[in-house]
């Protein structure tokens, strides 16, 4: 049996980042950039305008001048103009040679023969400058950076259209069990419908794999090494049910006979103990337990930095949020225990009951934190790390954010 630090960093060795693709930058949401990006041209391009006003000379403060000319968003710039002029220039449009500051258009009094300027006009006033945001060939995108809406709008400024990534992880999911049946079948009342399958496979696509689904395989083991074969082309392949002890439990014997290396098979985690992670040739293995709390925790705690890994990010290991104790929480001591529990973004609520079997403790799930065997009592108000689930977190309560 391993411990969970021992579990991780077994994980982490055995994980190389996978082949890379080149793909629209449309398509790239979420997806992990494999090499360095330099910038072609500088932006912004040229000297411009952040406002609608007049591109004027710092001598002429308080004067009346006249309108040379109107320069728009798209034109060329101006070649210049003399003292006692201004060029009428709106946001975007590049500067005119010569111009020493923008002055906005509220700012001044129009007369029928000019404009008055102000009195108060400094140098460089509402100039964007050329390169002022990102310099022609520095880095702008690096690699194993994951890709948003924001990094692509840096793509997008440079003309670039197609963006190298790595590919994205292929995660094939079954469990085994015959009285699992999918959740669109008909039951019987000996039967139980699979909550995990589901679970994992949408999961699992939420952490940007591609993932497919083998139909649940008989406890024999015969069926479970063809599902095992069904699955060879995966990076991952993802099991539960059938890692404990019990007389028709063979998942770990059908990988075995194929060829299996088991890397770790048992994991000093409460709920989860018999995790199981292995190699089968260049696909990863991980049987996660059939109770579906149980799975779950395992999932978040082993799963998810594995996808993150094969996804080529170097930020795979588990964010901590620092957090303190809503209430005081009894735990039974002597096993490192996961713990779920909500947060409203200043404290950590356990879930009052969270057995391994059990379903709704995970949707209610914001975070989970992580206790050492010597752990007995977790009192309030204590400061704990907490590991996060949801991602998204938002508010059902109308605050005051801004900083006074």
């Known amino acids: 049996m391993v411990s969970i ?14 082949s890379r693709e080149i793909i629209p930058i449309e398509e790239a949401i979420g997806r992990v950039v494999s090499r360095n990006y330099k910038a072609f041209f500088d932006l912004p391009r040229f000297d411009n305008s952040a406002m ?86 520095e880095n702008f995108l690096d690699t194993n950076t994951k890709i948003t809406a924001y990094s692509l709008a840096l793509l997008a400024s440079q ?11 292929k995660v094939v999911i079954f469990s085994t069990g015959e ?35 083998i139909s649940t395989s008989g406890d024999t083991l015969e069926s479970l090494k063809e599902s095992v074969q069904n699955a060879y082309d995966a990076d991952l392949i993802l099991t539960s049910g059938g890692v404990s002890v019990g007389d028709k439990d063979f998942t770990i014997q059908a990988f075995q006979e194929l060829g299996m290396e088991i890397l770790f098979s048992k994991v000093d985690i409460k709920p989860g103990k018999p ?6 040739d260049n696909c990863l293995v991980i049987n996660l337990p059939g109770n579906p709390l149980a799975g779950m925790v395992n999932f978040e705690m082993f799963v998810k930095p594995t996808i993150l890994k094969l996804s080529g990010t170097e930020s795979f290991y588990h964010p901590l949020i620092t957090t303190k104790m809503a209430k005081e929480y009894k735990i039974r001591a002597g096993k490192n225990s996961v713990i779920l529990g909500t947060w409203n973004g200043s404290t950590f609520t356990p879930i009052s009951n969270q057995k391994p079997g059990m379903v709704s403790p995970m949707a209610l799930a914001d975070g989970m934190i992580v206790t050492t065997k010597e752990i007995a009592l977790l009192e309030k108000d204590r400061e704990v790390q907490m590991i996060p689930i949801k991602i998204d977190i938002q508010s059902d309560k109308e605050e005051d954010f801004f900083i006074r």
């Open 5 to 18: 630090n021992d579990a991780l960093e077994i994980i982490y060795k055995n994980i190389k980042k996978k």
């Open 52 to 137: 609608d006003g007049y591109a004027v000379k710092v001598a002429d403060a308080g004067l009346k001048v006249k309108i040379k000319e109107i320069t728009y968003a798209g034109d060329q710039a101006e070649e210049g103009f003399s003292q006692g002029e201004v060029v009428k220039i709106m946001t975007g449009a590049p500067t005119p040679n010569g111009c020493e500051s923008i002055v906005p258009i509220e700012d001044v009094v129009v007369e029928e023969d000019g404009i008055v300027l102000p009195r108060n006009i400094k140098m460089n006033m509402m100039i964007r400058w050329k390169g002022e945001d990102i310099k022609r060939g």
């Open 275 to 280: 995790t199981t992670f292995g190699k089968l």
């Open 159 to 169: 003309g670039i259209s197609h963006i190298e990534v790595y590919r994205k992880p």
């Open 179 to 213: 009285e699992l049946k999918a959740h669109y079948e008909k039951i019987e009342a000996h039967q139980l419908y699979n909550s995990n399958a589901p679970m994992f496979y949408a999961r699992a696509k939420e952490l940007g794999c591609d993932v497919s689904y």
